[in-house]
């Protein structure tokens, strides 16, 4: 059985405007949106307290020893006799995945943390499963007055809240006295702040009103035809 010393991470994935040192918060994002794209039913576990030089059994009967600070994940699917590792850097958020040999797992999987499915306003999918922004984005090709719509994900930091930035751009056709438009929505829809390029806001207002919260993802992007 050979021995491989990893001890670089080969860059995969990454969200947008992680801190420094990645948190279990944020290596938890990383690798539920990796997983996301799976369609075979799982369960992911996270190992607490990694410490440098564990070593994990790949599909090819080497033993790869982990020579970095991470966090480390296992993902046991439910239908299918396959597992695998998927490993975070501390330092940047790269992630690389590694098959598990035969789908043995860890040894102590037990002991592992099961890391719940995320959900956003109680839905997996916002755009299909509310029905206010699934019944808003049908509604755009009927709506006549704006040239693009683009909806950005938040998430209010330290909590589990999210809300929904409606960026819109109007037609230079169109009689708007505004070129564009912003709404803040929450997650039944309730405009919660609203900004236009037509009036100038005290300032200070938008920059209090972000300051608590993250850029999590574009969840759609529309433009006129």
């Keep these: 059985m050979k021995k491989i010393i990893l001890l670089i991470i080969a860059p995969?994935?990454?969200?947008?405007?992680l801190s420094a040192q990645i948190t279990?918060?944020?290596?938890?994002?990383?690798?539920l949106k990796r997983i996301s794209q799976e369609a075979q039913s799982?369960?992911?576990y996270a190992k607490e307290d990694v410490q440098t030089g564990m070593t994990i059994s790949a599909f090819d009967e080497e033993l790869i020893e982990?020579?970095?600070?991470?966090r480390v994940y296992y993902v046991r699917y439910i239908d299918i006799a396959s597992g695998r590792y998927l490993i975070v850097k501390e330092s940047d958020?790269?992630?690389l995945e590694i098959n598990a040999k035969n789908d043995a797992g860890p040894s102590d999987l037990a002991e592992?943390?099961?890391?719940?499915?995320?959900?956003?306003?109680n839905v997996k999918n916002p755009l299909t499963d509310l029905s206010w922004l699934r019944e808003y984005c049908k509604s755009l090709n009927e709506t006549q007055n704006f040239s693009s719509v683009r909806i950005d994900l938040y998430k209010v930091i330290?909590?589990?809240?999210?809300?929904?930035?409606?960026?819109?751009a109007y037609s230079e056709f169109d009689n708007s006295p505004c070129s564009y438009s912003i709404e803040w929505r929450n997650?039944?829809?309730?405009?919660?702040?609203?900004?236009?390029?037509?009036?100038?806001p005290m300032p200070g207002l938008v920059e209090e009103f972000m300051k608590d919260k993250e850029f999590v993802a574009e969840l759609f992007h529309f433009v006129k035809q």
């Design 12 to 17: 995969f994935a990454f969200l947008s405007a």
């Design 24 to 31: 279990q918060e944020e290596a938890d994002r990383i690798i």
């Design 42 to 44: 799982y369960t992911v």
């Design 66 to 70: 982990l020579d970095y600070v991470c």
């Design 93 to 95: 958020g790269n992630l």
């Design 112 to 121: 592992w943390r099961v890391v719940p499915e995320r959900t956003i306003c």
């Design 158 to 168: 330290g909590k589990d809240e999210y809300v929904f930035k409606i960026s819109i």
């Design 187 to 200: 997650c039944i829809s309730e405009l919660i702040f609203c900004v236009f390029s037509c009036v100038t």
